[in-house]
């Protein structure tokens, strides 16, 4: 009875040595895998995010890979911290996992604030009556779409819905007009055409321009809300008139009637 025990108590110990010099090694393989180029990579990706913005965020490096996980207030600050790390030296790639844990914002309050926000952009820059976004929101996630006049005015707009608190994600979905000559010729007539008209003159001096006209090779469109079925019908006819127009889309929208007149 006792050699049994003994030979038992043998192979527990056999054993406790062959497990445990494997875990050993799994633990110093692991060390190990941690490069020298990674760990350069980790010091320099922290340099990158030292800024109160990114106090909650952790950064992971693995093949030259970085994987960023925690929170931020902004859809921005995610972004921002996502470029400044891929322009690291010698990250192969960055793994997006930062969450916005901005205010909680219903979806429609959210889509009513920025499409105010939105109509107002770059007022003062000329550029405000060509430009046509739509806007849809789904928990949280913004989705921006029609044509932008120029690069600037569409990076304007990303940019504003970026920086908005409840904004979980942006997705951009927005043209950019092409640059043309003819193009440009025929928004200046067909905007003083439209606004030029008596009867659609107190358009003109609303700085939001209600009343959008956009551009692609010689197509017009019309968006944008005006109050009554005549307002819609005239601004189409007189951008029919403009001379070099192909075709006028009118996509006007009238306004519902106020509370008051309903009662």
Request: no cysteine.
């Given at each position: ?104 914002v ?23 009556a ?32 970026s ?16 640059v ?38 010689g ?25 070099g ?15 008051e007149?309903?009662?």
């Open positions: 009875m006792k050699g049994r025990m003994t030979r038992v108590a043998i192979v527990a110990t056999i054993a406790t040595i062959f497990w445990g010099t494997g875990v050993t090694r799994g633990v110093a393989q692991t060390a190990a895998a941690v490069s020298p180029q990674d760990a350069a990579i980790q010091t320099d990706v922290s340099k990158a995010l030292d800024n109160k913005r990114f106090k909650d965020i952790k950064a992971t490096v693995q093949g030259g890979v970085v994987t960023l996980r925690g929170t931020v207030g902004l859809y921005s600050d995610k972004e921002d911290a996502d470029k400044k790390v891929h322009h690291r030296r010698n990250v192969r790639a960055v793994q997006n996992l930062i969450e916005v844990a901005g205010p909680a219903d979806d429609v309050t959210l889509r009513n604030k920025l499409a105010e926000k939105l109509t107002y952009d770059r007022v003062g820059y000329g550029t405000t060509f430009n046509a976004f739509t806007i849809g929101v789904q928990n949280g996630v913004v989705t921006l779409g029609g044509v932008a006049y120029g690069p600037t005015d569409k990076d304007s707009a990303i940019s504003l819905v920086n908005y608190p409840g904004v979980k994600d942006v997705v951009d979905n927005i043209e950019v007009a092409p043309s000559p003819m193009d440009d010729h025929i928004r200046l007539a067909t905007a003083r055409a439209v606004y030029g008209a008596p009867q659609l003159n107190k358009y003109a001096i609303d700085p939001a321009k209600p009343i959008r006209i956009t551009v692609v090779n197509n017009v469109t019309l968006s944008g809300m005006v109050d009554n079925e005549a307002d819609k019908d005239v601004a189409n006819i007189r951008a029919n008139g403009v001379p127009v192909f075709k006028v889309t009118n996509n006007l929208q009238v306004a519902g009637p106020s509370p007149k309903e009662k």
